[in-house]
């Protein structure tokens, strides 16, 4: 036996497994790419040599209205050269040599249905160079409640396309996006950027539904899956309804955010080539059977925000998203154990609605029920006015992370949470409470025999990587 750390709460606890227990640790998991040297140089090339469209010099001129839209605080990174850092000012030189006004430029968060994000928050995402460079009123967060928001029509899968006007009034919208692994339908990035952060609910849970992500093809994450398929029809048909099209710089990013490659263009043309680069740097294969039991370390604060490892229904999300990066090197009814504090801190201020919805979810016999209370919840107007206010996610997200929680739910044939404070939550999610890792070895016995193979990744706070079987 060996001792193994994982995360757990605000700190770690330590806990005894089987030697041959693979553990799947950032940065040692597998040899990474080497990172770009110069991300600028590479960003800078890859906007004057587009994929698939023209220079952003050839598209606009005197006049033009331009929307720029980046990725919110969930991924990306802070640091001097990260991708939001490194593109944004660059763009904004190439705007000015069209002859492009400062003026005519609008900078949009792409939040979804996350919390917005605040000045200091911007400054940080940003850089000072950029707060700099425009108006205080020039970078602004979407709003998936603004009541002009426009309405498309639905996509190819008969999908509501409402999406935020300022993408229909811009001559052309730049959409930057970062290229990683991300469980919700392979990769985020390419189309999901648009399709689900610069949308409105109703477009969102199109596809953040049980019909869609309780479907086979959702585990292990895909981007083939029937979820992925949605993303690039209603995203095409908002292309469909702007002046351009999207002009895309997405860059692949290591697990330190680092760029390993940057491309520009028009979006299939993007997804085609970071697509492969990120499958090399998120993809580990695993040799051997599948393996039988997954071990977890969740830690109370990560990238949803404070309370993701004690509020039970984001803890069944991480579960869920835990299941789906891993599902082609597990067995189909895997044994699941997170070392969760569970206590039944569900930080209202932020996901008010998730306490609403727990006691919905103990009055319903499947997770994919919940969608009787949708409408209901998602228009409370005391929860939407905390999203718009800035002060809350919207209340749609606390489905969003339900039904992933139900993926966690459907696939696993016992989920046990080592370590729960208040037993009474962890059972309410449909999991059972344990002491500890070792406890729950124990107990899983009779369902994966005394020599299981094991999974184990110790840090939920980076979950880099993608699983794959042999």
């Not at 763009?91 to 040599?97: I, P, S």
Request: net charge negative.
């Amino acid at each position: 036996m060996r001792t193994i750390r994982l995360e757990y709460g605000d700190g770690t606890v330590d806990a005894q497994v089987p030697d041959d227990a693979i553990e799947i640790v950032t940065g040692r998991a597998h040899q990474e790419p080497e990172p770009l040297a110069d991300p600028v140089a590479a960003t800078r090339d890859a906007l004057r040599s587009p994929l698939g469209m023209p220079p952003i010099s050839q598209q606009v001129g005197r006049g033009s209205k331009i929307t720029i839209a980046f990725p919110d605080r969930v991924k990306g990174g802070v640091h001097p050269t990260a991708h939001r850092r490194v593109t944004i000012p660059l763009v904004l030189d190439e705007l000015e040599r069209a002859g492009v006004r400062a003026s005519d430029v609008t900078l949009v968060c792409a939040i979804g249905l996350h919390r917005k994000n605040t000045t200091e928050e911007f400054r940080s995402l940003l850089g000072d160079a950029v707060l700099d460079r425009l108006g205080a009123s020039q970078i602004v967060n979407h709003d998936a409640e603004d009541p002009d928001n426009a309405d498309v029509g639905v996509s190819r899968h008969g999908d509501p396309v409402q999406l935020n006007r300022r993408l229909l009034d811009s001559d052309l919208t730049i959409l930057l996006g970062h290229t990683s692994g991300n469980p919700y339908g392979g990769f985020s990035g390419g189309y999901k950027m648009p399709a689900t952060r610069l949308t409105t609910w109703r477009s969102i849970r199109a596809h953040h539904s049980p019909a869609s992500m309780h479907r086979p093809d959702f585990v292990p994450a895909s981007t083939d899956s029937h979820f992925r398929h949605q993303l690039r029809s209603i995203g095409r048909a908002m292309e469909a309804a702007m002046p351009r099209p999207f002009f895309s710089i997405d860059a692949v990013l290591d697990s330190g955010s680092r760029q390993l490659l940057v491309a520009a263009g028009a979006v299939p043309d993007v997804e085609g080539a970071t697509w492969p680069v990120a499958r090399q740097r998120t993809e580990i294969m695993l040799a051997g059977p599948p393996a039988d039991v997954l071990i977890i370390g969740m830690p109370r604060n990560f990238h949803y925000g404070n309370g993701m490892g004690s509020n039970p229904i984001l803890m069944t999300q991480a579960i869920g998203s835990s299941i789906t990066r891993a599902g082609s090197a597990l067995r189909k009814d895997p044994v699941i154990i997170a070392t969760s504090i569970c206590d039944g801190f569900f930080n209202e201020p932020e996901f008010p609605a998730t306490v609403a919805l727990y006691d919905a979810l103990q009055g319903v016999d499947f997770v994919a029920d919940l969608v009787r209370f949708e409408d209901n919840y998602a228009t409370r107007e005391d929860w939407v006015d905390a999203y718009r206010s800035g002060v809350a996610y919207h209340p749609f997200h606390a489905f969003s992370m339900a039904y992933m929680g139900g993926v966690a739910i459907n696939r696993a044939s016992a989920i046990f949470i080592a370590g729960a404070k208040d037993v009474g939550y962890a059972q309410g999610m449909g999991c059972r409470p344990v002491a500890s890792v070792e406890d729950a070895l124990a107990a899983a016995e009779p369902q994966v025999g005394r020599d299981p193979k094991i999974l184990v990744v110790p840090k939920l706070s980076k979950p880099a990587y993608h699983l794959v079987g042999g």
